[in-house]
């Protein structure tokens, strides 16, 4: 049976706390462990969806470990043939049964971590549950993160393509896949127990899902120690 979610209020940037360090991200499907860090560290953020929606991207891909290595999650969506979709445009499709494939890419790869069935009834609903836009996806599951690691962060979603302003951190195009973490200065992931570290190493900047599967509510301490 399906859980309803509650979703993350939406606020406008005039309710942000004036003079507050602020931080502009993209939304992304089951962050990196440096996009919670970020939230961590500013606590007031805006969440870009008026942006062009770009493929091979933490907007709709996350990265778990797997028995041999990295392994790649994405959830596949649909623009109903925009050529430019923005990222708000953009639909959640249930093509290839997905969310049954992700929840069992996520229980096999964490059954035997610590703490996944301390949280598996928290992450299950998102996968029984239908979500019309992917930042509605997106936010849902950040909401229930931020309540999980007791983060109380000032989110903010842009109505419209957001110019960075003074005081507020562009970190739109630096947190990618394909952009070695190492050129955020801010950013120096803190190494903790993974399930297959011992045949892997361990592996930086997963999603934060392995990071809660693994230390549970150290999650908090380990985003604290990776602030340079």
Wanted: net charge negative; with cysteine.
């Amino acid at each position: 049976m399906s859980t309803n979610i509650e979703q993350p209020t939406p606020h406008t940037a005039a309710e942000g706390q004036e003079g507050a360090a602020t931080c502009l991200l993209s939304s992304a499907y089951f962050p990196p462990v440096q996009w919670m860090q970020k939230l961590h560290r500013y606590g007031h953020a805006i969440v870009e969806r008026c942006d062009n929606f770009t493929k091979q991207t933490y907007r709709n891909r996350c990265i778990i470990e797997g028995p041999d290595g990295p392994l790649t999650l994405t959830v596949p969506v649909e623009h109903g043939g925009v050529a430019k979709p923005t990222t708000g445009e953009v639909r959640v499709s249930e093509h290839g049964n997905w969310r049954h494939l992700h929840w069992n890419a996520l229980v096999s790869a964490y059954e035997k971590s610590p703490y996944f069935f301390y949280y598996a009834d928290e992450f299950r609903p998102f996968y029984e549950q239908r979500f019309d836009r992917l930042v509605e996806l997106n936010g849902a599951i950040v909401a229930k993160v931020c309540e999980l690691l007791d983060l109380r962060p000032k989110i903010i979603l842009a109505e419209n393509y957001h110019q960075s302003a003074d005081g507020e951190q562009d970190l739109r195009e630096l947190i990618r896949p394909k952009t070695d973490f190492r050129f955020d200065v801010d950013f120096t992931p803190s190494e903790y127990y993974q399930v297959f570290r011992q045949k892997l190493g361990f592996l930086p900047n997963l999603s934060i899902a392995d990071l809660l599967f693994n230390m549970g509510p150290e999650s908090r301490l380990i985003l604290k120690r990776s602030i340079v």
